[in-house]
C-alpha cells in the first residue's frame, strides 16, 4: 500500500481521492485554506496548511504527494516547489501523463452534474486537448449549435480563432449528428496571433513581447497547427471533410476574398483576441448572419480590443445587442434581437 498526501483538499482533492487505486491509501490532505474542504474530506482525514504543517512521522510515513488542484499552471509550480524542497519524496500531479486523462473526466462529470452542462462527456474528452475554451463556452458552443439544427436555423457554422480545432469540432459534430448538410468554416493564419495594437492595451503588449504595430507577422502565441485541426476532424471525429472550408491566412486578407465562397451564417464565433481581428470578422461577416443567427465572442470580458471592437461596430451599425454573459470571458447575442 502505498501512502500519499494530496495537495488540494477542495473539488479536485475529493477528484483525486475517487480516482486513486486500491494500493494507494490517502492519509490527510495539504491546503491552505482548509476550511474549504470538499464534504467527503472534511472531518475524515486531517487537513494541513502546509507541509511544513504535518508532524514529521506523518511525512515519513507519506511516500508521496499527489498535487491536485483546478489549474494547472498552478499544479505545476506547486509540483516543482515541492520537488526542489523535498526530493527524497515521490511528487506527482493530477495532469501527469498516468492521472490527466482519468482526472479531467471526473472533473467535467462533475461539474456537468453541477452546472447543468449538456455536452456528452465523450466529446468533450476528444475535444479537451485542442481547445483553451472554458468548460462553460465549450458547452455554449455546443447548446447554440443543437438549437440551430433543432430550430432549422438556415447557414453555415463559422469559427474565427480556430487554434487546435476543439471549439470548432464541437460545431462540426453537432452538425454531423444533425445530418442537415450544414457546412463549417473555420478561419486562421494557423500561424499564431499577429501583432496587437494600441487599442488592445498593455496587457497585449506585455502578451506579444512589447510588439503593438498591429503587423500581420505571428507574435509565436496561441500557434495551433493546421495538421491538429485535421487530426481532431477527420482522423478522431470523423467529420466528413466534403462539409468543411478552411480559409488559412489573415483574417485581413481571407476575408475581403471570400465571395460567393461563403453562405449565409446561422453560428458566428469570433475567437481572434484583438480589436484588429474581431472589427474584420465582424465587417465582413456579421452582415451575412441570418435574423435570428447568434454571434458569439469569445473574448469580449478579457481582452480590452476584442470588446472596444464589438462596441465600436454595434454602434456604427445603430444596433443594440443583448449581450448574455457565457462566463467571465464569452458573451453571445442574437441577431435581430435586442
Ligand atoms: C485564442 S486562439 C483561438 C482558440 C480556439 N477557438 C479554441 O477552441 O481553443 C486565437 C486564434 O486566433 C487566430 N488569429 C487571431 N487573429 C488572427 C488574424 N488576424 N488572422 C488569422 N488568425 C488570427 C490565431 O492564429 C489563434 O489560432
Known sequence: MRKYLVYGANVSGWIALQMLSDD???????????????????????IYQSDDDAPPSVMQEAQGILVAVGNRTVADEIKDRLLAKRPEMVVESVYDEQYVAAFLKARYLLLQEQRG???????????????????????????????????RLPGAFVECGVWRGGCAAVMATVAKEAGNGRVIHLFDSFEGLPEPTDLDGDLAKDYSGGRKTGRLETIGKCVGPLDDVRELFFERLAIDETKVRVHRGWFQE???NLGDEMEPIAILRLDGDWYESTMICLEH????????????????????????????????QGLQADLIPIDDCGVYFVKGKS
Not at 474542504?37 to 486531517?46: C, E, S, T, Y
Request: hydrophobic residues 40%.
Open 24 to 46: 494507494q491509501q490517502v492519509i490527510g490532505f495539504i491546503d491552505q485554506a482548509g476550511t474549504s474542504a470538499a464534504p467527503g474530506i472534511a472531518g475524515r482525514f486531517p
Open 254 to 256: 481571407t476575408l475581403p
Open 285 to 316: 461577416l456579421f452582415p451575412r448572419v441570418v435574423p435570428g443567427g447568434y454571434v458569439i465572442i469569445d473574448d469580449y470580458g478579457f481582452w480590452e480590443g476584442c470588446r472596444l471592437a464589438v462596441h465600436e461596430y454595434l454602434e456604427r
Open 117 to 151: 452542462f449538456q455536452m456528452p462527456v465523450e466529446l468533450y474528452c476528444a475535444v479537451r486537448d485542442y481547445t483553451m475554451v472554458s468548460e462553460e463556452r465549450l458547452d455554449n458552443v455546443y447548446r447554440l449549435t443543437k438549437e440551430a439544427e433543432r430550430s
